[in-house]
């Protein structure tokens, strides 16, 4: 062998070394990069007659296609269940739970209390004040519950933008890296820097939509949705969504929300894993149950309290019954049957007239003002709002209803019940339930007795007994008693208490916590053991590396001395020659 061949060969052998010097050096410099893959350099070597001479290195990655392909898989599941439990585990927060006195089981709980009080001292305020306001409380966690409920869809739908917009922003540096990878003017080692990053970028785009993935024969990537439709050919295919900002019960998908499209072609529904799938969940379905939950019991709970409270007579009575019941005019159909008996109270119950009225023969609502003018000292008509007016025109009295056997329909209620004459809550869902308005005014008309019902009746009579808290005693019944509820969210149609049925609200939103965070922490952990899995075998150990410099310093410590060795034999060659 010459002393050239060897000085080329030598040559070689130290600038491979100081590459991979390079290549280690970089790759406990970027240890913590991100998506980074331990870089390797591999010599390409040619044979002479001399022996064996590398004549280039090439730089390539640790990247591991088929782990990176599960590692991205669990991802996507850990993005869709992790999404779902933090939303879910702050609605929980936000309910309490049970046990809590300012809860609305706590309120209910109250409010029976507070109704056998009455039931017992009809005649003190003190115990009548105390019930509105528990009523007043109730309502208003309703209320604002259902504020919290409609506040958690607005901020879901707010992320699902930033979704879509994370979503485009990869799948555009996604297009970006396959025309750098295509290039092939790139070095190997820009390669396989680009093919990390790619790798990693189709994790962050799994993590927030469910996709499909293929490399074509030019190392490019294609990417498609979970359901096929292409999001990255020979160039991306970005997603569009326009953010809804006022959001309430009423906004539902498909009607109240945008689309979240792809080529105009809407794939809201074709949505199966990732973020944004776990956030429209979220807001079409999840919190929708929750509402339509809420809503039935804020529905049932005004219904059958009405119902009750429509029974009974205030002492004092109100100077004027204004009904709930709206939209009527003189020409809107009614039809009932039996007696219903209006009477003119004083402030001490004594009868001053009344009269019972057959609503049998009353065909319209006209009919019915013009039966409740004829009793006197009564002024009946319709307000603004089409709704129902009763009015004492005796000073210092007011009117007092007995249903009696009136029975209007629909519904088969009685007369009272029917307009809403005496009704607790007002309403038609969660969202707006409260306390009737004549009782925000003033709690000393809530009705806990009745009007008496005798055949024998009579002007001076007392109407409406002093110590009578029969209705209060009927109302704390009922709210203990099993009533019908309908089916709402996951919820089935069924017979149950007030109380038991927003126990089981409370209850059943604690426990979807729970087990959305059980399948989160599992999404995780098994997203940690094959990313773990993708790091032990792709990722850089520092105390390899470390090792490995040591090495190649030694290597390139010894081939820099043969080089000065063989320069030594070149100038002593030349000497002799001289």
Known sequence: MSLGFALDVTTRGLLSTANRIQVTSGNITNADKPGYTRKEARDT????????????????????RFISKTVINDQNLMGMRDVISQYLDLYAKQLGNTGGSQTMPGYLNDMFGALQQLATSPETLANKTEFVSLASNLSASLRALSIDIQS???EVDKRIGESVTQINDSLRTLEELNRKIQNGQINSSALAEYEDQRLFELQKLSKEMDIQYFFAADNTVQVFTGGGQPLLLSSARTLSYNVTTLVNGSVQYPLGFSPITLNGIDITTQLQGGALAGLVDLRDNVFVSEQAKLDEFAVTLQRETNLVLNNGASRPPRPTLTGSLDGLTAGTAFSGTGIVRVAITDNNGVVNNFQDVNIGALGTVGDVITALNGIPNINASLNGNGELVIASTLANTGVSINNMTSNVTPGNVGFQSY???NDLFIGTSAEDINIAQYLQQSSTYLAVGSLSNSATLAAGDSAVALGDGSVALALANRLDASVSFAAAGNFSAQSNSLKSY?????????????????EANTAELTFRETS???QNKTGVNIDEETARLLELQNKYQASARLIQTIRELFQTLIDAVR
């Open 45 to 64: 070597f040619t044979t002479t007659n001399g022996g064996s001479i590398p004549v280039r290195a090439t730089i390539v990655g640790a990247a591991d």
């Open 152 to 154: 958690q869809r607005t």
């Open 419 to 421: 307009f809403g004459l």
């Open 502 to 518: 927003i126990e089981a609200f409370v209850a059943d939103a604690a426990n979807t916590a729970r087990i959305a965070e059980n």
């Open 532 to 534: 773990d899995l993708l």
